[in-house]
């Protein structure tokens, strides 16, 4: 059982930064590969980034592509999205998610409660 906390959503400006964060729980973390989706309201919930268990590999959506970079810590089981170059449309609350195939298939078996990212013109 794994359990995910975030953090560091905010308000921000077009062209500034944030660094979201999750706590996970659990002595399996880092067996898990890490992501990052985000989800406005009426949409359905979206890939942004992922990591796999060992940091070895990461993939990111074309729209944030350059922009935001996720990273890992395993002994502090915490995963991070730095985000830069931030736009309106970045605007969403975001999950945090693990899972053990999430790196091949998008699955994850465990949710954070999401944290609100507001980008303001």
């Known amino acids: 059982q794994v359990q995910l906390a975030e953090s560091g959503g905010g308000l921000v400006q077009a062209g500034g930064s944030l660094r979201l964060s999750c706590a996970a729980s659990?002595?399996?973390?880092?067996?898990?590969?890490m992501g990052w989706f985000r989800q406005t309201p009426g949409k359905e919930r979206e890939f942004v980034a992922v990591?796999?268990?060992?940091?070895?590999?990461?993939y990111y959506a074309d729209s944030v592509k350059d922009r935001f970079t996720i990273s890992r810590d395993n002994a502090k089981n915490t995963v991070y999205l730095q985000m830069n170059s931030l736009k309106p449309e970045d605007t969403a609350v975001y999950y945090c998610a693990a899972g053990a195939l999430l790196m091949g298939t998008g699955r994850a078996d465990y949710w954070g409660q999401g944290t609100q990212v507001t980008v303001s013109s």
């Open positions: 990591i796999s268990w060992d940091a070895g590999s990461t």
């Open positions: 659990g002595r399996t973390f880092s067996s898990y590969a």
